[in-house]
């Protein structure tokens, strides 16, 4: 097995990537965090890279964050994630590194993308206003790819995951993604006894959702197989209504009241689902469903609740 450098190893997706490259006897696995390296610095990210020598540099370092951080902190968004992105995919040019897998995202697709949505989608209309800081930082990160595969015949390649979730999710109330925020925010209900939650839009919105196990047992495959230069789909080519989800969220937490949608807030973009072709291509098909996963990170939850609170940033 390489030598695999994980950047973002203490997220939702890295502390993955880190967990199934220890089961399957990677030689040695560098997890990169805040608290070994500041990914902003371009010194500090040139010399992590330069003394570990990793075979495989995967980028799973980013500020993410759901409808609202990403409409009130474009800024950071997009300057955080460019000077992250930037930073790494330089310096393992400048150390010659084989393999880098940049970790992009669905949102960089248009708002009005044709369902199921294909790679070839990208850049082909306007994105949803509401994210669209963060994936232009991500459009810019696989434009820089493709410019490192013309000019330097590099097999690096940007994967584009669909909404991943699941153990070390991020559950605050400014930042997580809808799927932890539901759990949190029926959590919190139940526990105060409350006869009702309100949810922001109409819930009509069709969103797919990936356990992030399922995801970086897609990664391994694709390090493994995929030899093209292409960015490639990763997810479950399933979807469903964020009502769907929420009665789910609700059946798992056992919360009793009522769920109110205040219209008046944004939807995001009306559907989500990718075509993951050239994954099943590779034979991979997921093994999580979607109870089964919101159940194992409900609990989670609860376990890291009980543990220490400031882990799931409650505040």
Not at 79 to 103: C, M, R, T
Not at 135 to 142: C, E, F, V
Not at 280 to 302: A, H, Q, R, V
């Amino acid at each position: 097995m390489a030598t695999w450098l994980v950047a973002g190893a203490t997220g939702l997706v890295g502390s993955s990537i880190v967990r199934l490259a220890k089961k399957i006897g990677s030689d040695q696995v560098i997890e990169v965090s805040r608290k070994n390296c500041d990914l902003t610095n371009y010194e500090e990210t040139f010399n992590l890279i330069k003394k570990n020598k990793p075979d495989v540099v995967i980028d799973a370092a980013a500020k993410v964050g759901g409808i609202l951080a990403n409409s009130t902190q474009p800024v950071e968004f997009l300057l955080d994630n460019v000077q992250i992105q930037n930073n790494l995919l330089k310096s393992s040019h400048a150390n010659n590194v084989e393999k880098f897998i940049f970790l992009s995202s669905s949102c960089v697709y248009p708002k009005l993308a044709p369902q199921p949505i294909n790679e070839s989608s990208l850049l082909t209309g306007p994105l949803e206003e509401t994210n669209s800081a963060y994936a232009i930082a991500k459009i810019s990160g696989m434009r820089l790819v493709t410019a490192f595969q013309q000019e330097y015949k590099y097999g690096w390649f940007s994967v584009l995951p669909t909404n991943l979730y699941g153990p070390h999710d991020n559950f605050s109330t400014h930042s997580s993604h809808v799927l932890p925020a539901l759990i949190r925010k029926m959590f919190e209900a139940k526990k105060n006894n409350l006869k009702s939650i309100t949810l922001w839009g109409s819930g009509s919105p069709r969103r797919e959702f990936m356990h992030v196990d399922d995801f970086s047992a897609a990664i391994n495959l694709i390090v493994q197989k995929y030899d093209s230069a292409e960015p490639i789909n990763i997810g479950v080519g399933e979807d469903l209504t964020i009502l769907e989800l929420a009665n789910l969220i609700k059946k798992v937490v056992k919360f009793d009241g009522e769920i109110i949608w205040d219209k008046t807030k944004p939807d995001g973009t009306p559907r989500k689902l990718l075509d993951i072709s050239k994954l099943k291509n590779l034979g991979f098909t997921p093994k999580i469903d979607l109870e089964n996963g919101i159940e194992s990170t409900y609990k989670w939850f609860l376990e890291q609740l009980e543990k220490n609170p400031s882990i799931l940033r409650l505040n």
